[in-house]
């Protein structure tokens, strides 16, 4: 049967929900799991919660109480929970970290502001972040954002990386195709290989994307096999379809 991980009451509104468990058997915390989402009824107040016992119980988290939105918690090879997050306006992306298992979690700190242009098509989308992790626990967050166009006119994928979770890399951009492409793309679904790492980190990038002058929606595909350093021809997969 299902299992409540947290119940709304009153005004609470529960909102994006994401989970992850800790898979690393030399981990202090091997075999923990944890779950972030947000309350829109609240302010979009980050909550989090952690189970020692494969989800069967849970046990809400200390947090810093600060509104986010779109929290993706990851687990590094030696047990910290990283929440790569947005604050709840979408424009800046953040992080907060827990060193204790999931007992509690630090202050919300800020990476980088977020420059967002609206998508085509009238479609609902926003610049929230996708985030995996590679073998040595190197983290990586993609998200859409219009800092490399000309008037922020059209949204890349863009994307920065850690390997701690408190220090973070320039803001790099996913070269799909060139900054005068007129093409904005959005919405990235980002995965690694996590039998891989370092210079030889295997990336994967699903994206949407409107070609120039469109509102035809189009899905995309891009990858890396050295960590970014060097990127994949783009693939269309699907599309493009109408609005």
Same mark, same amino acid.
């Given at each position: 049967?299902?299992?409540?991980?947290?119940?709304?009451?009153?005004?609470?509104?529960?909102? #994006?929900?994401?989970?992850?468990?800790?898979?690393?058997?030399?981990?202090?915390?091997?075999?923990?799991?944890?779950?972030?989402?947000?309350?829109?009824?609240?302010?979009?107040?980050?909550k989090m919660a952690y189970s020692r016992d494969g989800g069967l119980t849970w046990t809400l988290s200390r947090t810093p109480r600060v509104g986010i939105i779109?929290?993706?918690?990851?687990?590094?090879?030696?047990?910290?929970?990283?929440?790569?997050?947005?604050?709840?306006?979408?424009? &800046?992306l953040g992080y907060t970290i827990s060193t204790n298992g999931g007992s509690s979690f630090g202050n919300a700190f800020t990476i980088t502001s977020i420059s967002?242009?609206?998508?085509?098509? +009238?479609?609902?989308?926003?610049? *929230?972040?996708?985030?995996?992790?590679?073998?040595?626990? #190197?983290?990586?967050?993609?998200?859409?954002?219009?800092?490399?166009?000309?008037?922020? +006119?059209?949204?890349d994928i863009v994307y920065t990386t850690s390997t701690n979770g408190s220090s973070w890399t320039a803001v790099q951009r996913v070269p799909i195709d060139s900054?005068?492409?007129?093409?904005?793309?959005?919405?990235?679904?980002?995965?690694?290989?996590?039998?891989?790492?370092?210079?030889? &980190?295997?990336? &994967? *990038?699903?994206?949407?994307?409107?070609?120039?002058?469109?509102?035809?929606? +189009?899905?995309?595909?891009?990858?890396?096999?050295?960590?970014?350093?060097?990127? +994949?021809?783009?693939?269309?997969?699907?599309?493009?379809?109408?609005?």
């Amino acid at each position: 049967n299902p299992v409540n991980t947290a119940v709304a009451s009153g005004s609470q509104d529960f909102d #994006k929900n994401w989970i992850v468990c800790d898979n690393t058997s030399t981990s202090p915390f091997y075999g923990s799991c944890y779950t972030q989402w947000d309350d829109h009824g609240g302010g979009n107040l980050l909550k989090m919660a952690y189970s020692r016992d494969g989800g069967l119980t849970w046990t809400l988290s200390r947090t810093p109480r600060v509104g986010i939105i779109g929290g993706q918690p990851l687990v590094q090879p030696n047990g910290n929970v990283v929440v790569p997050l947005d604050n709840a306006s979408e424009t &800046a992306l953040g992080y907060t970290i827990s060193t204790n298992g999931g007992s509690s979690f630090g202050n919300a700190f800020t990476i980088t502001s977020i420059s967002a242009a609206t998508d085509p098509g +009238s479609i609902r989308s926003g610049p *929230l972040p996708s985030a995996e992790i590679d073998g040595s626990g #190197k983290i990586f967050v993609a998200w859409e954002d219009c800092r490399f166009r000309t008037n922020c +006119s059209q949204n890349d994928i863009v994307y920065t990386t850690s390997t701690n979770g408190s220090s973070w890399t320039a803001v790099q951009r996913v070269p799909i195709d060139s900054v005068t492409s007129g093409v904005d793309h959005l919405l990235p679904g980002l995965a690694v290989d996590k039998a891989t790492s370092g210079a030889s &980190a295997h990336v &994967a *990038l699903l994206y949407y994307f409107f070609p120039a002058g469109t509102t035809n929606l +189009s899905v995309g595909y891009i990858s890396s096999t050295n960590g970014g350093s060097s990127w +994949s021809a783009p693939t269309q997969l699907a599309g493009p379809m109408t609005m």
